[in-house]
């Protein structure tokens, strides 16, 4: 009897498991309609900004372009980790870590070693990953809280303290590095440079005739000074929807995935239940056919 006790109490905590894990999935369901909506109308616009940025910055030579579009050493770089910040959403988290992980690895070693690289951490699971690893780098988790009420108020001001960063010339490279969101099923890690601008590639010909001639309303300086930081703010709220859209789709696959194996655990302990009550039952009636034989003897 010890032993159907046992089984009785696995099924019951298995039960309440299942139940967890539905309720999540149906939450992150519900996240994820709103999240999938907001990257799906954002990523076309910051897509062409993006494009359009880079075309009129590998044709520009004012201190707009200059000041966003310089080549740099690389000496102290900086890398934008956007994560989740809870855990339960399968190997989302991981596959950014991980690449940032290699990306560090192939280029910034030096930079580890000596101290110069920064973290800037969106979400708490990359600095707590990274935090264990490079206890010697530099990270700021001002921003570690933007998905707690996400507004493209607060994401504006991380991109403005990173444009201030690199224009101060305290980091020479910044790298976001985020989810992907394909579909509710299919996310993948992916790294973008963020500064300094990645111009376009100039036509091979070397012609004037080749390069456009922009007409700059109210004026170039003015116009890049302008929209250029507008274009940034816009292209770090798409990876950051990027990344919560993700998130959710991650998790509702999980916990998707966590119910029906609870269901096929539940079945085999079902079963086992009522082996172990049958043999119980069986056991019972011997005793007793047992003790009937005995006294009829």
Do not use: W
Not at 121 to 131: A, L, N, P, Q, S
């Amino acid at each position: 009897m010890a032993n159907l006790k046992e089984v009785r109490n696995r099924i019951k905590s298995v039960s309440s498991t299942q139940q967890i894990t539905k309720a999540m999935k149906m939450v992150s369901a519900a996240k994820l309609r709103r999240a999938q909506q907001a990257i799906v109308q954002m990523r076309p616009y910051a897509n062409r900004l993006n494009a359009m940025m880079s075309n009129i910055m590998s044709f520009s030579d004012g201190q707009g372009a200059e000041a966003f579009g310089k080549p740099t050493e690389k000496k102290n770089p900086t890398l934008v980790i956007v994560t989740s910040d809870r855990g339960l959403c399968g190997a989302f988290n991981t596959n950014i870590l991980k690449l940032a992980q290699k990306r560090i690895s192939e280029d910034y070693s030096a930079q580890v070693k000596n101290g110069n690289l920064t973290f800037l951490c969106i979400g708490k699971k990359g600095y707590e990953f990274f935090k264990r690893r490079f206890p010697n780098a530099q990270y700021n988790i001002n921003y570690k809280d933007i998905f707690a009420g996400l507004s493209f108020e607060k994401v504006a001001a991380c991109a403005d303290y990173l444009m201030t960063e690199f224009s101060n010339s305290k980091t020479d490279q910044i790298e976001i590095f985020y989810g992907r969101f394909k579909n509710a099923g299919t996310q993948f890690p992916e790294n973008e440079q963020y500064l300094p601008i990645q111009k376009s590639e100039l036509p091979k010909t070397d012609s004037k005739k080749s390069k456009p001639d922009y007409i700059f309303e109210p004026g170039q300086e003015t116009l890049l000074k302008e929209l250029i930081p507008s274009i940034l703010q816009s292209q770090l709220y798409k990876c950051v929807l990027d990344n919560a859209a993700s998130e959710h789709g991650a998790r509702m696959t999980a916990m998707d995935k966590a119910s029906e194996n609870a269901e096929n655990m539940l079945g085999e302990l079902k079963i086992n239940y009522n082996k172990a009550r049958q043999e119980a039952i069986t056991k019972e009636l011997s005793e007793i056919v047992g003790g009937a034989a005995s006294l009829a003897g």
